[in-house]
């Protein structure tokens, strides 16, 4: 990382082909906060998973906001095996973006700042928290029961650094 | 690596007021865009218009919003955000951030914004709206429209470009 520099690409992925798993690994500690941006759809399943250190324990919970152009609505789900960044089918073309802070740190769990764009779905904003004090290295963006994402999705995790 | 986030281009508006800010030839070699807007309305009226490539046609978009008393869902044929009407407080502008991934791909362009007014006083609205441009041409050009006709002096917008590689 250049001093002072900040907003930094760490990885991205556009998928050639259908895809199942896209994984970021060897997370650098070097940054402050991740944000992370996906663009695309998915081929085959409906839902977009998300694990930090390939921890499938029951350790992730959410408290969702959403509105599927009727009702405004919220959610909560507790001890999940993963967080779930969308709402409604990944069939529809959408973004979806969510930002950690404070990912490299070994003291304190980690939450997450979601939000997901689904313009023929749902529209919202989530409050992730993952259950572990371990410093974010790894982080696996997965098709829920085994479904694909499509060819062309992209998948992009940036680095911002506080100082 | 390079850093990315960078300013293309930033708009004033001026004691005049402006019909529209328009961001032409915007350049192929970033990734994706934002959208930064504190915007004014001299009309009754408080919201904008987002377009790509000055089209008026092939936009959705599902809206959750709060008015500080009740939190609802609607969907529009259009991408619409808020700013402050002219029956607002004196001096206050409503804010917005637009995100645009992939606006050089040959896909549909999904849009994902956050808007907000606030008043002290009268209703005011806080907005997340996922957008869709259904459209596969690259975007070349952004257009900031206000629904009531005139950006008032001192609306801002900017945009930036951001690179991901």
Aim: aromatic share 12%.
């Amino acid at each position: 990382m250049a001093a002072g520099a900040t907003y930094e690409p760490i990885s991205t992925t556009t998928l050639g082909s259908n895809t199942n798993t896209v994984s970021f690994t060897s997370i650098s500690s070097a940054y402050t906060d991740l944000i992370f941006v996906f663009e695309g759809t998915m081929s085959s399943g409906t839902d977009m998973m998300v694990q930090f250190n390939s921890d499938t324990a029951t350790n992730y919970s959410s408290t969702r906001l959403y509105g599927n152009g009727t009702s405004a609505l919220s959610t909560r789900q507790t001890s999940d095996t993963a967080f779930y960044p969308a709402i409604g089918s990944l069939a529809n073309r959408q973004s979806i973006i969510f930002q950690v802070m404070n990912y490299s740190n070994a003291t304190t769990y980690k939450t997450v700042l979601n939000r997901a764009n689904n313009p023929a779905g749902f529209v919202g904003a989530h409050a992730k928290l993952w259950r572990s004090t371990a410093a974010i290295t790894r982080i696996d963006i997965i098709g829920a029961s085994s479904g694909n994402f499509a060819t062309g999705s992209t998948f992009t995790l940036y680095g911002i650094a506080a100082a | 690596m390079a850093t990315t986030y960078k300013k293309i281009a930033s708009v004033t508006v001026g004691s005049g007021g402006a019909s529209s800010i328009d961001f032409s030839s915007v350049p192929s070699t970033y990734t994706d865009l934002v959208i930064k807007v504190s915007a004014r309305d001299t009309t009754a009226n408080g919201e904008f218009y987002l377009r790509f490539n000055s089209s008026t046609t092939n936009y959705s978009d599902r809206w959750l919003y709060g008015t500080g008393t009740a939190a609802s869902s609607t969907t529009n044929t259009k991408l619409d955000f808020f700013l402050a009407s002219s029956g607002y407080t004196a001096n206050t502008f409503g804010n917005t951030e637009i995100y645009v991934p992939n606006y050089t791909s040959s896909n549909y362009k999904s849009v994902s914004g956050d808007s907000v007014q606030e008043n002290n006083a009268t209703a005011s609205y806080t907005l997340l709206e996922a957008g869709l441009w259904s459209d596969t041409a690259a975007i070349t050009s952004v257009n900031l429209i206000p629904a009531g006709g005139t950006f008032a002096q001192y609306s801002t917008a900017t945009l930036y470009g951001i690179k991901n590689s």
